[in-house]
């Protein structure tokens, strides 16, 4: 006896319809678990998606599915699953976490067919076409092909003009008018197509990386647990996840891979294709619809069986899942910033649970929530602390720049830094100059009345771009011309200050105009595949610098870079964020990396106002267990993750007073309900603010955030709602925004 009723979660987004909805399924529709519907809602017809079936229904007038959108149902029953768990740990509605799973451009088109709905024979038919011979024109195309037409094509071909006729014709029961929902059709592949390469022969694992294969191995066929790879550097750990790829693929299971920025690991991509041939599905952004709906066809279809991609591939529907493998897990990009604010360590966890598979995460850097998890033995952890072919990490120089200052060198370059590039650059080698802040200068003032040139729409400083002459907010993507005197005072005396990338190009030209330049960054590579081009000139030789933002710190391994030099660590240092530190380790860590990957060793210089800092000072002897021990204990005097979860709201708002008062109802209130749960509970929860973020106005909108801490997340959230619901209940909130972050990453 076939279920009678399929529960819809239906696209309005609106809090009080966050539930399954029933509907009766017609016999002749072909509506399975995860289908696309349309149905009515409130008297319109919406979209919607089935999350399940019911032979009984809660209400008695239940109203039929009026249409099943054709094509593959992405959605199964794990993914379903997990929509419903990120629903519940992110608050969202479950319709975006669904959302968030399916991919967007495989959106439904609308199409409405006209077909002949009584016998032609009719003599009243017979009558108005005789009377009418634009009428008797529209019967006849319809006629013509004794096959039902898309109106679409009719009014191409006949003129709008006809819509009146074709409505009477309706009206009158002589015509049927349906509407059906169709997905794009699926193309040729146009991924694979690069010319896949042939299989390369199989290299000799080193033992270290024969190790890390076997625990994989062993986590795949035991107990399932995540295993934390942290390999230094250059210790081979692409190797180590297409070994472990290979295996799960020989037992018929399907493999996962997760990099942080695809479209900047080009190479990931074809190390994967060419060891898989025909079996690699890629999936990011930088995709057409036509691109993305192919891949999702080649892995449901099940002929692609390894999916390599960004943040959202976790939600991939590759069927019978035995690996997901995190690369460089420590990567901010890993938590989406918008609605669902998940982040993949987490889905990836949870889908693992759902279907019994292994999770990797890899990193040189891991996480100090990674690592932590690893030493008290909830994931499982393999250590490869030494490079392919035993090449040394690259000795990393510290600069003290205020000692550069005292011996009265005002340049950006020190003058180790100098001397290194001149020696690298006259033998030929290449070198990386990284900066984690593009544009010329980041801060304009006039020196006659300290006028500071702002973002009229942000609380932040404009950015000077010297090749466009702009001055550009980083935020909402304001510009105005640079002013040639003080817009305050009409002085003179303006000043650039602040460096950024483009100014890092321009100097390097000054000290070595014969020294061929590019540069990697946001301004760089707005155009499609302008990224893969700079890395491919730059592995070609055709330029012996790189400059960059943390684009250039990713993944990159060019043998004939011999030399990295960090030109200011303290842009990533100063950020106010209580992960700024790990960010800094991070970057400068990963960075170095890129250095002496080949035959010749490599140097690394490191600029910074601040060298006794313990990120830098650990960084400087690649000391990650030294970093970890020492913040680690900075992190739990201060109750941070990975000792509590955190729980973040951002309320915003036009006006800053209404905001203010909105911001401090809710703190009230969730005072009130933390004090409660306090009494009893053996953790203790805190709370932080109500304060102005740290960007304190962006798009025009004041923003006040709002921070509770504590053991146990769902305290977190009860909290949390309650004082949500009492302030949308009993407050004033015209024009208020509120948003919840549950284990936020960066709270700017
Ligand atoms: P990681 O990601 O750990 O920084 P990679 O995976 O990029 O390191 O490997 C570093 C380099 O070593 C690459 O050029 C890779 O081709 C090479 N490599 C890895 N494993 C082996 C091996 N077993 N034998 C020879 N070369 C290897
Ligand atoms: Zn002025
Ligand atoms: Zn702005």
């Known amino acids: 006896m076939p279920c009678r009723f399929a529960e819809v979660i239906v696209n309005v987004h609106n809090r009080k319809v966050d539930r399954a909805f029933h509907y009766a399924v017609p016999e002749k529709l072909p509506v399975v678990l995860g289908s696309n519907v349309i149905v009515p809602f409130n008297g319109r017809t919406v979209e919607g998606i089935v999350i399940g079936f019911s032979d009984t229904a809660p209400v008695t007038a239940v109203k039929p599915v009026l249409a099943c959108i054709e094509g593959e149902a992405i959605l199964d029953k794990t993914l379903i699953e997990l929509a419903r768990w990120i629903a519940d740990y992110y608050l969202c509605p479950f319709i975006e976490a669904l959302q968030c799973i399916l991919p967007a451009s495989l959106g439904a088109r609308r199409e409405i067919i006209v077909e002949i709905g009584s016998s032609l024979d009719d003599p009243d038919i017979r009558a108005l076409t005789l009377l009418d011979p634009e009428l008797e024109k529209l019967v006849q195309a319809i006629w013509r092909g004794r096959k039902p037409v898309k109106l679409h094509n009719l009014t191409k071909r006949l003129g709008k003009g006809i819509m009146p006729q074709i409505e009477m014709l309706a009206a009158r029961g002589f015509l049927n008018l349906t509407t059906v929902y169709k997905l794009p059709a699926f193309r040729d592949s146009v991924s694979e197509n690069e010319g896949v390469p042939t299989r390369k022969a199989p290299v000799t694992l080193t033992p270290r990386q024969l ?37 799960v693929l020989q037992e018929g299971k399907s493999a996962i891979v997760l990099v942080p920025e695809i479209t900047l690991t080009p190479q990931i991509y074809r190390e994967f294709s060419e060891a898989f041939p025909g079996q690699v599905a890629v999936l990011h952004s930088g995709l057409t619809d036509r691109q993305r709906a192919n891949e999702y066809k080649r892995i449901v279809s099940g002929a692609a069986r390894v999916v390599v991609g960004a943040r959202s591939a976790i939600f991939a529907p590759l069927r019978n899942l035995g690996l997901i493998i995190i690369d460089e897990e420590h990567e901010q990009t890993y938590k989406q910033e918008e609605n669902p604010k998940y982040h993949v360590h987490e889905v990836a966890k949870k889908r ?28 499982t952890l393999v250590t490869m602390g030494e490079r392919v072919g035993q090449n040394p990490l690259p000795p990393v120089e510290v600069v003290d720049l205020r000692e550069e200052l005292l011996a009265g060198n005002h340049g950006i370059f020190s003058r180790s830094l100098l001397a290194k590039m001149t020696e ?56 105005v011309a640079a002013p040639q005197d003080c817009p305050s005072c009409s002085s003179r005396k303006i000043k650039y200050f602040g460096l950024g990338t483009e100014k890092i190009e321009h100097e390097l030209n000054k000290f070595f105009p014969n020294v061929k330049a590019l540069r990697l960054d946001a301004d760089t590579t707005t155009r499609q595949g302008a990224h893969r081009q700079i890395l491919a000139a730059f592995e070609r030789g055709e330029a012996q610098a790189l400059i960059g933002t943390q684009m250039v710190a990713k993944g990159l391994d060019f043998p004939n870079v011999t030399l990295v030099g960090v030109v200011s660590a303290d842009v990533t ?52 267990q030294g970093f970890f021990t020492q913040e680690i204990g900075f992190r739990r005097a201060l109750g941070y993750p990975p000792f509590n979860h955190i729980l973040q709201a951002v309320l915003t708002s036009e006006a800053e007073s209404s905001l203010i008062k909105c911001a401090q109802d809710l703190d009230g209130a969730l005072r009130q309900e933390v004090a409660k749960l306090n009494q009893n509970a053996r953790h203790h929860l805190e709370i932080l603010g109500p304060a102005p973020c740290p960007l304190r106005k962006l798009n025009n909108r004041y923003r006040w955030q709002l921070i509770v801490k504590g053991k146990k997340v769902d305290e977190l959230k009860a909290a949390m709602g309650y004082a949500v619901k009492q302030l949308y209940e009993f407050g004033t909130t015209g024009g208020l925004a509120l948003s919840l972050d549950v284990d936020p990453i960066g709270m700017i």
């Open 211 to 247: 190790e890390a294969v076997s625990v994989i191995d062993a986590a795949v066929h035991g107990q399932a647990k995540t295993v934390l790879v942290h390999g230094i550097t250059g210790s081979g750990k692409t190797q180590v996840y297409l070994h472990a790829i290979a295996h």
């Open 424 to 479: 690298r650059f006259s033998r030929g080698e290449q070198a990386i100059l990284f900066l984690n802040r593009r544009g010329f200068s980041t801060f304009i003032i006039c020196r006659e009345c300290g006028y500071v040139a702002k973002c009229p729409h942000c609380d932040i400083s404009l950015t000077y771009h010297s090749n466009t002459g702009l001055l550009r907010c980083h935020y909402c993507g304001y510009t």
């Open 352 to 379: 693992a649970e759902l279907c019994g598979c292994t999770v990797v995460l890899g990193s040189a850097t891991p996480s100090l929530e990674s690592y932590a998890l690893a030493l008290s033995g909830r994931y």
């Open 573 to 624: 240092l100063n950020m106010p964020d209580f992960r700024a530190k790990e960010r800094t380790f991070q970057l400068i860590t990963q960075v170095a990396g890129r250095a002496g990957r080949g035959v010749r060793p490599g140097d690394v210089v490191v600029q910074t106002f601040s060298p006794q800092d313990p990120s830098i000072k650990f960084a400087q002897t690649h000391d990650y």
